[in-house]
T-cell receptor, first 112, second 113 residues
Framework: DQQVKQNSPSLSVQEGRISILNCDYTNSMFDYFLWYKKYPAEGPTFLISISSIKDKNEDGRFTVFLNKSAKHLSLHIVPSQPGDSAVYFCASNGGATNKLIFGTGTLLAVQP | EPEVTQTPSHQVTQMGQEVILRCVPISNHLYFYWYRQILGQKVEFLVSFYNNEISEKSEIFDDQFSVERPDGSNFTLKIRSTKLEDSAMYFC???????????FGSGTQLSVL
């Protein structure tokens, strides 16, 4: 079973606060995870990634945490800005393939 | 910054017609992909292409679909006889190597009537 799940279809956060987007995966063989951001009428844009040998990766306001035992990862955005409003997709390479498996996405709305 | 470009941005076609979606990947990338997103659904993998051949394809990518890299810069997706359910946003992507992040184009919105 190769699935990546994002159980929250939407999230609303005040500007300046932390946004936490969650993602679960089903297969413990998955070893590389990515977060993409997507604006309407545009393609997904890479944000940040993490390999299964790490449990945290940080890039500016964006931090991804990986909990392998729970098969869970999360994206933290702090401080959130109105320009962060977009759909965020979690994805994995599926462990041994060169394709990405995407979650269904979470629509983040950052309120000014 | 280099980017993946896709044309056209919108394509409307009649059911049963052939369509070709075009993409120009980033020039030094080696791996090329097509994905699609049906309205309200997740982004789905269709096919990956490396060294002038398909390296992996999904169940969606049946005999009606084909890909080609005709001239070393373009990467095309052909649907021979479109069906209503082929209506979707089609994204082309490329990456410099295996297990590297993918760079996506802006997509072609295909509407089959």
């Amino acid at each position: 079973d190769q699935q990546v799940k994002q159980n929250s279809p939407s999230l609303s956060v005040q500007e300046g606060r932390i946004s936490i987007l969650n993602c679960d995966y089903t297969n413990s063989m998955f070893d590389y995870f990515l977060w993409y951001k997507k604006y309407p009428a545009e393609g997904p844009t890479f944000l940040i990634s993490i390999s299964s040998i790490k449990d945290k990766n940080e890039d500016g306001r964006f931090t991804v945490f990986l909990n392998k035992s729970a098969k869970h990862l999360s994206l933290h955005i702090v401080p959130s800005q109105p320009g962060d409003s977009a759909v965020y997709f979690c994805a994995s390479n599926g462990g041994a393939t060169n394709k990405l498996i995407f979650g269904t996405g979470t629509l983040l709305a950052v309120q000014p | 910054e280099p980017e993946v470009t896709q044309t056209p941005s919108h394509q409307v076609t009649q059911m049963g017609q052939e369509v070709i979606l075009r993409c120009v990947p980033i020039s030094n990338h080696l791996y090329f992909y097509w994905y699609r997103q049906i309205l309200g659904q997740k982004v789905e993998f269709l096919v990956s292409f490396y060294n002038n051949e398909i390296s992996e394809k999904s169940e969606i990518f049946d005999d009606q679909f084909s890909v080609e890299r005709p001239d070393g810069s373009n990467f095309t997706l052909k649907i021979r006889s479109t069906k209503l359910e082929d209506s979707a946003m089609y994204f082309c992507a490329s990456s410099p190597d295996l297990n590297e992040k993918l760079f996506f184009g802006s997509g072609t919105q295909l509407s089959v009537l």
